[in-house]
């Protein structure tokens, strides 16, 4: 689970292959190690940890490798879902994937969600979709629109991303704010289509600029004309785009050394001391105990639920049936059978909320989003579901 990838041939799932150096750090870990008998989870929550705080060089590449086969089913119902877009195949939306794998890390709150895999199979369609509507979006984008509606933070990111000096971004970052100000369109009409600025509006560009940059910019930089200028914001834009939407290099393109290995250029496995070990194993008791606690409060809010609220989520989470069915099973209107799933999971997500707050935990519009997804996940797992 640990130590092996998805090959893709022709657009399809060929094989897996199992990585030399991950292999062996995972026996490694088994042959000298006290958690040798944990489960897969414990696993995942060891090496997740050890990926956020930077103690192991190879823990990304082991969450990489675990994550494989969330990233092919996402892949897989996403070209599924959109197969009217033939420009991407089933290999194309599984390199997407595989490249949101660090926002998921990211995302990932331990105390909130019990698994990273089914964290992962929920939150990666969401990302895939995300992607495809910014894609769409960016495409139908001249450099000008897309300069135009790029945050101050994303446009930072992006230039920071393509390598630029401190100096550089600040210059670029200038020129973009000057753009900014000047290139208004009040006229109606297709903002994704905005023309490029014409030479007067250039010189004027230019002009704030010059005028701007010593209050604007700590070191002391030379004037620009218009051309240079214009030469900056263009490749601002494809800055932009290449960081939106980053190249993913193909899962082939590793040097294989025979049918059933793949060796990648990876540092040598770290090793872990006996107390990072117990630290590990405290922390995962520490988070078990509290999930059991929440798998309390949120059964008990399940239990106070009216009994057709309880039959109209049993019958969606555990039989896996549509609202359609449901209506024609409970001879109930649609209307009916919507709202008492909404209503009900607002429910059970409140009684979350609450002792989440009775805890002294902080809640924001972002943690109520992922107590969101643990819900669901938790739903899935009350009800044994498995759609």
């Known amino acids: 689970m640990f130590s092996t990838f998805v090959q893709m041939e022709k657009g ?21 190690s006290s958690l040798a008998l944990k489960s897969e989870n414990f696993w995942a929550l060891y090496w997740q940890k050890q990926w956020r705080f930077g103690c192991n060089n190879l823990a990304r590449m082991h969450l990489l490798a675990y994550l494989q086969e969330p990233c092919y089913w996402a892949a897989s119902k996403t070209v599924a879902k959109f197969f009217t877009l033939n420009q991407y195949l089933l290999a194309d939306y599984f390199q997407m994937a595989i490249a949101e794998v660090e926002t998921i890390l990211k995302d990932f709150n331990p105390e909130k969600s019990s698994s990273l895999k089914a964290y992962a199979i929920m939150a990666m369609p969401s990302r895939l979709k995300d992607i495809l509507r910014q894609r769409k979006e960016a495409d139908i984008c001249t450099n000008w629109a897309l300069l135009r509606k790029v ?12 390598g630029l000096s401190q100096s550089a971004i600040a210059q670029y970052h200038l020129a973009w704010t000057c753009f900014k100000e000047l290139y208004i369109q009040n006229q109606p009409g297709n903002t994704s289509q905005l023309p490029e600025p014409n030479r007067q509006l250039w010189e004027a560009i230019a002009n704030l600029y010059n ?44 040097k294989q050394n025979d049918d059933t290995t793949v060796t990648f250029d990876l540092p040598d496995p770290s090793s872990d001391s006996p107390m990072a070990d117990m630290i590990a194993e405290e922390d995962v008791q520490n988070r078990q105990n509290q999930i059991s606690q929440m798998s309390g409060v949120l059964l008990k809010a399940l239990q106070s639920l009216d009994v057709q609220s309880q039959e109209v989520l049993k019958l969606y989470y555990k ?9 024609q099973q409970l001879q109930m209107s649609q209307p009916t059978v919507s709202r008492k799933l909404v209503k009900g999971r607002e429910s059970i997500l409140a009684a979350l909320i609450k002792w989440s707050q009775d805890l002294n935990i902080s809640v924001n519009s972002n943690q109520i989003k992922d107590m969101s997804l643990a819900l669901e996940e938790w739903l899935r797992n009350q009800y044994g579901g498995t759609t």
């Open 12 to 32: 399809r799932f060929s094989k897996w292959l199992t990585d030399p150096k991950l292999y062996r750090n995972i026996l490694n870990h088994l042959e000298h």
């Open 211 to 254: 005028h701007q940059r010593q209050s604007q910019i700590t070191q002391p930089t030379e004037q620009r004309n218009a051309q240079t200028i214009e030469q900056w914001l263009k490749q601002t834009a494809l800055y932009v785009r290449a960081y939106l939407f980053p190249p993913v290099k193909s899962l082939n393109a590793f």
């Open 319 to 327: 039989q896996g049936l549509t609202q359609q069915q449901i209506v």
């Open 151 to 162: 945050s101050k933070k994303l446009l930072s990111e992006a230039l920071r991303e393509a």
